[in-house]
């Protein structure tokens, strides 16, 4: 998932490891901290593979590397862009990270990517309205464990109310691309 994001940052131009880092924090949905000890390893094996290039700014009085995406780099960043996210726990992560690049890559990827998000979000909707149903049986029989069973509901409708949601920016963006 690093190379993916990494790779996909530097597509807008040279950056810092310091500014890597903070550009990371941020764009992680559960605001996790990047620590240097993960990322300049990673920095370090992606100039190995010719990705990218490190150089210092002779001009900062920090001596603060700069990653500059090489364009082996812009080529591997895109073959990872048009590769189809596995169904796993990180699929929702990827697929947003995807969704943030898609400027860097051309209409057809664009509309792969918004496309197979699309399905996630439809398997996800209806796994929710699924859901929800079987809640509300249950709150119906009223068994003794009500509440329990409303809050198991509440919390359904808001996973609900944010597919849905992603959903109608998916569509919003294909059909936009439809112009395109």
Same mark, same amino acid.
């Given at each position: 998932?690093?190379?993916?994001?990494?790779?996909?940052?530097?597509?807008?131009?040279?950056?810092?490891?310091?500014?890597?880092?903070?550009?990371?924090?941020?764009?992680?949905?559960?605001?996790?901290?990047?620590?240097?000890?993960?990322?300049?390893?990673? #920095?370090? +094996?992606?100039?190995?593979?010719?990705?990218?290039? /490190?150089? &210092?700014? !002779?001009?900062?009085?920090? $001596?603060? =590397?700069?990653?500059? #995406?090489? +364009?082996?780099?812009?080529?591997?960043?895109?073959? /990872?862009? &048009?590769? !189809?996210?596995?169904?796993? $726990?990180? =699929?929702?992560?990827? #697929?947003?990270?995807?969704?943030?690049?898609?400027?860097?890559?051309?209409?057809?990827?664009?509309?792969?990517?918004?496309?197979?998000?699309?399905?996630? #979000?439809?398997?996800?909707?209806?796994?929710?309205?699924?859901?929800?149903?079987?809640?509300?049986?249950?709150?119906?029989?009223?068994?003794?464990?009500?509440?329990?069973?409303?809050?198991?509901?509440?919390?359904?409708?808001?996973?609900?109310?944010?597919?849905?949601?992603?959903?109608?920016?998916?569509?919003?963006?294909?059909?936009?691309?439809?112009?395109?």
């Amino acid at each position: 998932m690093y190379e993916l994001i990494i790779l996909g940052v530097l597509t807008s131009g040279d950056k810092s490891g310091y500014a890597l880092r903070n550009i990371l924090e941020n764009i992680f949905t559960t605001r996790r901290k990047v620590s240097s000890g993960v990322l300049y390893p990673r #920095l370090d +094996e992606f100039a190995k593979c010719g990705w990218i290039t /490190l150089y &210092e700014n !002779p001009q900062d009085p920090r $001596s603060a =590397r700069f990653a500059h #995406l090489t +364009e082996q780099g812009a080529q591997h960043f895109r073959k /990872l862009m &048009e590769q !189809p996210v596995a169904y796993d $726990s990180k =699929r929702e992560e990827l #697929l947003h990270f995807k969704c943030r690049f898609l400027g860097s890559v051309s209409v057809p990827v664009r509309k792969q990517i918004l496309l197979e998000y699309q399905t996630y #979000l439809t398997t996800d909707i209806n796994a929710y309205q699924a859901l929800a149903l079987h809640m509300d049986e249950h709150i119906q029989r009223d068994d003794g464990q009500r509440e329990k069973y409303h809050y198991v509901l509440a919390g359904t409708e808001l996973d609900l109310t944010l597919a849905q949601t992603k959903l109608a920016w998916v569509e919003q963006q294909l059909t936009t691309l439809k112009g395109e």
